[in-house]
């Protein structure tokens, strides 16, 4: 037998009662060809696909640790980026779930994703103040855009100039140039925070959200492009023409070479709140918009016909009324003007719909046939599907789907194991659930009234709900429907406790009552049969409201935590008082007795946690167990080990008889309301302000305490690594641009990498040095020094093995890492590069690291003498080995060309997007004809 104790870990096994985080946004994906199915949400960490027709979850995009706060799809439709709440980025393949590519940038929650019209580029916004711009196909930061004063809200890029737009909370919209990486323009229009924006008539006009019930409408001019042809003369009025002479004024200012920005009127939503959600589809016809009511109001952007024919149309009307007028002999002056175009005319009200809850997010596809399919996020966990048809003369809306089986509307209060450790249940303020533990499907969903506490009723087919209007509630499980309602309390029922022997139940109320009720079958009123219900037998009167109540196993007491601080102990024969246990400085919320009798565990309101010893109430310690209140505390059957939640997202396993802190459960993103420990100890249930049912399985991994406090030391220092300052590159001011990248533990992993790889390579070359001297000494070959690494590698050279390792790092933290990196690497890492150059190794990746170390060491590899040949050597290779490369991707280019139009003569189709254009333009002729056919016939 071993001398010190041995503790097994337990570890998360799944997520469930989340259907969709309300801290993130929702999002169409393609899956299958198929569009407008499939939605992709953030369920706390984790991403979760349903199937909107199905309403089944069909695919989770597993995260690491940080709550989801943005999504964005590919425009490929194949890949979807997720933004986490710690500043990182990952990037999924949909069909396969898996995620190669992770960019660290930012230091605060990413609020806002978007990709670029080939999805090449994906530019990033954050609490952080900062946008980044990253490169998707290499896998790499390309720069980071400062001058936000405030969390970024949105940003996007122009389809047609390379331009980037964003909005921020600091009530402004800047324009950013791409090529040069600065702020051309700054939009400044609003009072209050810019929340969202949208780009409509092929990027001509800009909407933009504020906090108020105004959508602003700004005209876009482009400074460097000429009038289309066929575009008709803007009429000139006075205003307009003083506003040109004004811009001709300054010409001198360098953003009005670019393009002009004019407000040209607002349109008034129905809700006064702020703006949530302001989105348009693809062709920039429907624009929703949202705010934090349940309305979704949905506009049309009209075309010029469209436009030409409603002014058309009222001019028309004017005429009548001004005819009508004139033959009464009334004036017709005011009427006799042209009717003028307002904004009104451009973009309509098309319809709103009503959701069944407050809208958090949405995301809708326009079809073809003038069909919107809308999908609404609610803020109480649930989604919505809307059909909407755009073209008849009344848009109808209809709501076609609605996933909320999987999970509460509201937070679960109470949760309870079966005596078999197969079901689960949770209770909220208007439903209790049934799960299987091991499928995690709900298999029952019963309304009921809000629930604070519940227990399985031995033989596991009946339940027990205390309510806080102070009723209890049974339920049969095989039928699904409630059994009775009993008026137990006058106020709020905290607890209830089943008996040792299993025969009754014990009830703790805020009507400072403790009630004793026993199970009996009373016939059925409706039918003949027998059922279960509750008969009172006796009351305990208190001074104080009972806040939890829990028996002794062997039936001898039984505990009562009271609204005084103090917890007492009755005998349950006679109801003689025996105990106090007074310590806690604020109320106890929970507790628990040892499977002995010989403990009892208290968690309070004050943090702390209290062992006393049942036999004289004395108290053993006092532990300082959470960062806030203590809700739940459970004991692991048969040990004196026991479970801690807390207010403050943790779980936390204590030994009893040791008074040791043995291992932490993180993974809730919000307040731990209670837990529920399965019978044979092995499984756990948690339930969360952030909806989420937790499911923890014990593993057969032993703990040992002193690793386990190692690690979390560990973990404290890779967080101290990640909040440091920015780095500082030598000879560059801080601007409005910067690196793309941030310090993690994993870049300074990486540098530490290539050091440990030159200093081998130095070893190793002085070694072949010493062995080249002595050969030459003995006069004949003697037998070569061999490295232990390098023969693991398969015996390759010094050089190539400091390849290799710069090759595994990862592109996104390539820079970084080379930042971390001490100069007195560097002329080593010249010497070797010039080599790889030469034979043509890796051309692209060492040209990157070149370029970024001559950056950053500029000033010290220009004043070093030593350096100048390797330089003059470097700079003849890669331009030569440049030009080869691009001759080399010039011919593919030019061979790729000339076999697709080898293709396009052959089939007489264009290839890949044309193809599909002339599909659907064949088909609709193939449409037109039928009818005719039919008219004729």
Same mark, same amino acid.
């Given at each position: 037998?071993?001398?010190?104790?041995? &503790?097994?870990?337990?570890?998360?096994?799944?997520?469930?009662?989340?259907?969709?985080?309300?801290?993130?946004?929702?999002?169409?994906?393609?899956?299958? !060809?198929?569009?407008?199915? &499939?939605?992709?949400?953030?369920?706390?960490?984790?991403?979760?696909?349903? +199937?909107?027709?199905?309403? @089944?979850?069909?695919?989770?995009?597993?995260?690491?640790?940080?709550?989801?706060? &943005?999504?964005?799809?590919?425009? +490929? !439709?194949?890949?979807?980026?997720? !933004? &986490?709440?710690? /500043?990182?980025?990952?990037?999924?393949?949909?069909?396969?779930?898996?995620?190669?590519?992770?960019?660290?940038?930012?230091?605060?929650?990413?609020?806002?994703?978007?990709?670029?019209?080939? /999805?090449a580029r994906l530019v990033s916004g954050s609490k952080d103040t900062e946008i980044i711009v990253w490169d998707v196909i290499n896998e790499s930061g390309l720069y980071r855009?400062?001058?936000?004063?405030? %969390?970024?809200?949105?940003?996007? =890029?122009?389809?047609?100039?390379?331009?980037?737009?964003?909005?921020?909370?600091?009530?402004?919209?800047?324009?950013?140039?791409?090529?040069?990486?600065?702020?051309?323009k700054t939009m400044v229009g609003h009072r209050s925070e810019v929340w969202n924006f949208v780009l409509l008539s092929n990027e001509m006009r800009m909407m933009t959200g504020s906090s108020d019930s105004e959508l602003r409408v700004w005209d876009i001019q482009y400074l460097d492009e000429a009038k289309e042809p066929g575009e008709t003369d803007v009429k000139k009025t006075k205003r307009?023409?003083?506003?040109?002479? =004004?811009?001709?004024?300054?010409?001198?200012?360098?953003?009005?070479?670019?393009?002009?920005?004019?407000?040209?009127?607002?349109?008034?939503?129905?809700?006064?709140?702020?703006?949530?959600?302001?989105?348009?589809?693809?062709?920039?016809?429907?624009?929703?918009?949202?705010?934090?009511?349940?309305?979704?109001?949905?506009?049309?952007?009209?075309?010029?016909?469209?436009?030409?024919?409603?002014?058309?149309?009222?001019?028309?009307?004017?005429?009548?009324? %001004?005819?009508?007028?004139?033959?009464?002999?009334?004036?017709?002056?005011?009427?006799?003007?042209?009717?003028?175009?307002?904004?009104?005319?451009?973009?309509?009200?098309?319809?709103?719909?009503?959701?069944? %809850?407050?809208?958090?997010?949405?995301?809708?596809?326009?079809?073809?046939?003038?069909?919107?399919?809308?999908?609404?996020?609610?803020?109480?966990?649930?989604? @919505? %599907?809307?059909?909407?048809?755009?073209?008849?003369i009344t848009p109808e809306y209809t709501n076609f789907a609605r996933i909320t089986i999987a999970g509460h509307r509201t937070d679960t209060r109470t949760l309870a194991f079966s005596s078999d450790n197969i079901a689960v249940l949770s209770a909220s303020a208007e439903t209790v659930k049934i799960w299987n533990r091991?499928?995690?499907?709900?298999?029952?969903?019963?309304?009921?009234?809000?629930?604070?506490?519940?227990?399985?009723?031995?033989?596991?087919?009946?339940?027990?709900?205390?309510?806080?209007?102070?009723?209890?509630?049974?339920?049969?499980?095989?039928? /699904?429907?409630?059994?009775?309602?009993?008026? !137990?309390?006058?106020?709020a029922v905290w607890s209830i406790s089943l008996a040792p022997d299993q025969r009754g139940i014990v009830?703790?109320?805020?009507?400072?009552?403790?009630?004793?009720?026993?199970?009996?079958?009373?016939?059925?009123?409706?039918?003949?049969?027998?059922r279960l219900s509750l008969n009172h037998t006796r009351t305990l009167q208190l001074d104080e409201d009972v806040l939890a109540v829990c028996h002794s196993p062997n039936g001898r007491l039984l505990a009562v935590s009271l609204l005084d601080c103090t917890v007492k102990v009755f005998y349950t024969d006679t109801l003689k008082f025996f105990l106090s246990l007074y310590g806690h400085k604020l109320p106890v919320l929970c507790m628990d007795i040892s499977h002995d009798s010989s403990l009892?565990?208290?968690?309070?309101?004050?943090?702390?946690?209290?062992?006393?010893?049942? @036999? =004289?109430?004395?108290?053993?310690?006092?532990?300082?167990?959470?960062?806030?209140?203590?809700?739940?505390?459970?004991?692991?059957?048969?040990?004196?080990? =026991?479970?801690?939640?807390?207010?403050?997202?943790?779980?936390?396993?204590?030994?009893?008889?040791?008074?040791?802190?043995?291992?932490?459960?993180?993974?809730?993103?919000?307040?731990?309301?209670?837990?529920?420990?399965?019978?044979?100890?092995?499984?756990?249930?948690?339930?969360?302000? +952030?909806?989420?049912?937790?499911?923890?399985?014990?593993?057969? @991994?032993?703990?040992i305490l002193e690793e386990e406090r190692e690690m979390q030391r560990e973990a404290e220092f890779e967080e101290s690594m990640a909040k440091e300052s920015e780095p500082v590159v030598p000879g560059e001011r801080a601007g409005e641009a910067g690196l793309a990248g941030k310090k993690t533990i994993e870049t300074v992993k990486a540098a530490e990498r290539i050091m440990e790889a030159i200093e081998l390579y130095r070893e190793e070359t002085n070694k072949l040095e010493e062995h080249r001297r002595a050969c030459a000494a003995a006069g004949k070959e003697l037998p070569a020094p061999t490295n232990p690494i390098l023969a693991a590698h398969g015996n390759i050279s010094p050089s190539r093995y400091v390849l290799d390792v710069i090759r595994k790092v990862k592109s996104s933290e390539l820079e970084e890492s080379l930042l971390v990196l001490p100069f007195?690497?560097?002329?080593?890492?010249?010497?070797?590069?010039?080599?790889?150059?030469?034979?043509?190794?890796?051309?692209e990746l060492i040209c990157r690291c070149l370029f970024f170390l001559l950056r950053i060491h500029f000033g010290q590899i220009t004043s070093n003498q030593m350096l100048l040949t390797v330089i003059d050597s470097l700079r003849k290779n890669t331009i030569g080995k440049i030009n080869e490369m691009k001759d080399v991707i010039g011919f593919n280019m030019a061979g790729l060309q000339f076999l697709q139009r080898e293709m396009e003569a052959k089939e007489d189709v264009t290839f890949f997007a044309d193809a599909t254009e002339r599909f659907v333009e064949k088909k609709r002729k193939r449409k037109i004809k039928e009818r005719a056919v039919l008219a004729i016939a």
């Open positions: 037998m071993g001398l010190t104790k041995q &503790y097994l870990r337990y570890k998360a096994s799944a997520v469930f009662g989340v259907i969709a985080s309300h801290k993130a946004n929702i999002t169409l994906v393609q899956l299958r !060809g198929e569009r407008g199915r &499939y939605v992709a949400v953030a369920a706390c960490e984790h991403v979760f696909i349903w +199937d909107i027709r199905k309403g @089944e979850k069909i695919w989770i995009l597993k995260g690491m640790k940080h709550e989801v706060t &943005y999504l964005c799809c590919a425009p +490929d !439709g194949l890949h979807l980026a997720v !933004g &986490y709440e710690d /500043g990182s980025i990952r990037i999924f393949n949909v069909m396969t779930g898996e995620s190669h590519v992770t960019f660290n940038g930012h230091k605060a929650a990413v609020t806002t994703l978007s990709y670029d019209g080939l /999805g855009l400062k001058g936000h004063k405030d %969390a970024v809200t949105h940003a996007t =890029f122009l389809k047609g100039r390379n331009f980037l737009v964003s909005s921020s909370k600091d009530t402004l919209v800047k324009w950013w140039d791409l090529e040069t990486q600065h702020c051309f307009s023409s003083e506003y040109t002479e =004004f811009m001709e004024e300054l010409n001198d200012e360098p953003e009005e070479h670019l393009l002009t920005c004019e407000k040209v009127g607002s349109i008034f939503r129905e809700g006064r709140d702020r703006v949530v959600s302001l989105a348009s589809d693809l062709s920039q016809r429907i624009v929703v918009c949202h705010g934090t009511s349940d309305v979704l109001e949905v506009f049309k952007v009209l075309s010029d016909e469209e436009v030409k024919k409603k002014i058309e149309k009222k001019q028309r009307k004017t005429k009548k009324k %001004a005819k009508k007028r004139a033959e009464s002999g009334e004036d017709v002056t005011e009427l006799e003007s042209t009717v003028e175009q307002t904004l009104k005319d451009e973009i309509e009200v098309l319809t709103k719909i009503k959701a069944s %809850a407050k809208i958090r997010s949405v995301s809708f596809l326009s079809l073809p046939n003038g069909e919107v399919k809308i999908v609404a996020l609610l803020q109480n966990n649930t989604v @919505e %599907a809307f059909n909407l048809n755009s073209t008849g091991s499928s995690l499907q709900c298999i029952r969903t019963m309304a009921c009234q809000y629930s604070l506490c519940s227990l399985f009723v031995p033989g596991d087919r009946q339940i027990i709900l205390g309510t806080k209007s102070g009723k209890l509630q049974l339920f049969d499980l095989a039928s /699904g429907h409630m059994l009775e309602t009993l008026d !137990g309390h006058d106020g009830s703790g109320s805020a009507d400072k009552t403790v009630k004793f009720w026993e199970f009996e079958l009373v016939k059925d009123e409706n039918s003949s049969q027998t009892i565990a208290t968690g309070s309101a004050d943090r702390n946690v209290k062992i006393w010893g049942l @036999e =004289f109430g004395d108290c053993h310690r006092s532990l300082f167990a959470h960062e806030d209140s203590v809700m739940s505390l459970k004991f692991v059957a048969k040990t004196h080990l =026991f479970f801690t939640a807390g207010k403050d997202k943790k779980i936390k396993q204590w030994d009893a008889d040791k008074f040791v802190h043995i291992q932490t459960l993180e993974g809730h993103h919000g307040e731990v309301w209670c837990l529920a420990i399965s019978p044979n100890g092995d499984h756990i249930v948690s339930s969360s302000h +952030d909806k989420s049912l937790r499911l923890w399985d014990r593993t057969r @991994e032993p703990i007195s690497y560097s002329p080593d890492l010249l010497t070797l590069f010039n080599e790889y150059i030469q034979l043509s190794l890796e051309v």
